[in-house]
T-cell receptor, first 114, second 110 residues
Framework: DGGITQSPKYLFRKEGQNVTLSCEQN?????MYWYRQDPGQGLRLIYY???????QKGDIAEGYSVSREKKESFPLTVTSAQKNPTAFYLC?????????????FGPGTRLTVT | GENVEQHPSTLSVQEGDSAVIKCTYS??????FPWYKQELGKRPQLIID?????GEKKDQRIAVTLNKTAKHFSLHITETQPEDSAVYFC?????????FGAGTTVTVRA
């Protein structure tokens, strides 16, 4: 289960507070991703980054922000602008090389906002 | 998941029987189709994948078929066992992004 880690496993916040979720990988992967998982809806892409200091919006980026200052790290901030932030958040990484697409997932962070 | 439709949403099979999950996609440029298995409370894990230049791939009890003309692909699990109970997701990749289906909850009855 090593290689890509997320912390914490469970996170509780009050409405109106920003919260940052950690994602670290030691796989030397160039590409990293953030997904949100809600019951019955599969995984939806929030943001992704193909290289350090660069990232792109996914399908549901509103209310979220990211940074990619180091190859190993891709933190996600859930801002107070996110209308329904309670969800299971998954980080993933891949080599980023053309023709090599397998994504490896972290264990996830379950965020509850009340 | 908007680009990928996955059916059925739930599937209950008797141990030893086969399970089939089907997905359709819309983007003809998609060239990689992975299947992930997610056990309760755990991370999704890749179980099999297929690239657009291949029609079928097998790995022990699991197989995936791809029909690019019809834009659909399927997961087949034979001789199901209790440990096959999980949520299965199909996905398509175009460029560097994966789009996932909504998932199929498979329950194997002993």
């Amino acid at each position: 289960d090593g290689g890509i880690t997320q912390s914490p496993k469970y996170l509780f916040r009050k409405e109106g507070q920003n919260v940052t979720l950690s994602c670290e990988q030691n796989l030397n992967h160039d590409a990293m991703y953030w997904y949100r998982q809600d019951p019955g809806q599969g995984l939806r892409l929030i943001y992704y980054s193909q290289i350090v200091n660069d990232f792109q919006k996914g399908d549901i980026a509103e209310g979220y922000s990211v940074s990619r200052e180091k190859k190993e790290s891709f933190p996600l901030t859930v801002t107070s602008a996110q209308k329904n932030p309670t969800a299971f958040y998954l980080c993933a990484s891949s080599t980023g090389l053309a023709g090599t697409y397998e994504q490896y997932f972290g264990p996830g962070t379950r965020l509850t906002v009340t | 998941g908007e680009n990928v439709e996955q059916h059925p949403s739930t599937l209950s099979v008797q141990e030893g029987d086969s399970a089939v999950i089907k997905c359709t996609y819309s983007d003809s440029a998609s060239n990689y189709f992975p299947w992930y298995k997610q056990e309760l409370g755990k991370r999704p894990q890749l179980i099999i994948d297929i690239r657009s230049n291949v029609g079928e791939k097998k790995d022990q009890r699991i197989a995936v078929t791809l029909n690019k003309t019809a834009k659909h692909f399927s997961l087949h699990i034979t001789e199901t066992q209790p440990e096959d109970s999980a949520v299965y997701f199909c996905a398509e990749q175009n460029d560097y992004k994966l789009s996932f289906g909504a998932g199929t909850t498979v329950t194997v009855r002993a």
